[in-house]
C-alpha cells in the first residue's frame, strides 16, 4: 500500500510538474512570437516609420475604414488616444479597402476626412491590404494572435506592449471607449 501511495504521489508530482512547464513555455513562446518592433510601415505621407520607433509605449492597432457601419469608432479611439497619450500610448490607424470597399480614396481623400469628420490627431498609415495572401507585413504578424487567422472587418484592434508584442486582440465590434479595452490599455501601460 506504501509502495503504490508513493507511485502514485511520483506520478501526479510529475504530471503536475510536466504540465504546467508546458503551458508556460506554449503561451510564453506565443506571445514571444508574435513582435511588431522589426516592421517597417508607410505613413499616410509616405514616409517610412520603423515600429521600433514606438518601443517603450502601448499601440492600439486598427485596420479602419471611412464608410463602414464602424466608422463612428474613430470618435472613441481619438478619446483614449487623448486619455492615454500622455502615459506612453498610441493608437495607430491603419485604412483598408479589404471590406465592401468601404475604404476607397486615396491617403490623401482619407486623411482630409479623418481630420474634417472626426478630428483624428493618432497616426494614420498608408493603405493597406490586411486579407489574403498579399496582406503587409504587419498584418500577417497581427493575425498570428490568438485567435489566429485573418481580420474578420473594419476596426479589429491589436493591442501591443511597450516592447512590441502583441498582447491582445479586440474585436471589430467591441467600443474602443469599453471597458475591456480600457482596462487592457491600463495593465499594459502599468508595466
Known amino acids: 500500500m506504501k509502495t503504490i501511495n508513493l507511485f502514485l504521489a511520483a506520478v501526479l508530482f510529475c504530471l503536475s510538474g510536466c504540465s504546467s512547464n508546458k503551458t508556460n513555455q506554449t503561451s510564453g513562446d506565443k506571445m514571444e512570437d508574435i513582435n511588431i518592433a522589426g516592421i517597417t510601415v508607410k505613413t499616410i505621407d509616405g514616409e517610412d516609420r520603423a515600429l521600433s520607433e514606438y518601443n517603450g509605449k502601448v499601440l492600439l492597432i486598427v485596420n479602419t475604414a471611412s464608410e463602414c457601419g464602424n466608422t463612428p469608432q474613430y470618435e472613441g479611439l481619438e478619446a483614449i488616444y487623448k486619455k492615454y497619450k500622455e502615459q ?71 493591442l501591443v506592449d511597450k516592447n512590441g508584442n502583441v498582447v491582445k486582440r479586440i474585436g471589430n465590434k467591441v467600443q474602443p471607449e469599453s471597458e475591456e479595452v480600457t482596462e487592457a490599455i491600463e495593465t499594459e501601460l502599468a508595466k
Open 88 to 158: 506612453g500610448f498610441e493608437v495607430l490607424g491603419f485604412p483598408s479597402n479589404d471590406f465592401g470597399e468601404q475604404e476607397p480614396g486615396t491617403n490623401e481623400e482619407i486623411k482630409e476626412f479623418c481630420s474634417t469628420n472626426y478630428n483624428i490627431t493618432f497616426p494614420l498609415f498608408d493603405k493597406v491590404k490586411v486579407l489574403g495572401d498579399d496582406k503587409a507585413p504587419l498584418y500577417a504578424e497581427l493575425t498570428k494572435m490568438e485567435p489566429a487567422g485573418e481580420v474578420k472587418w473594419n476596426f479589429e484592434k491589436f
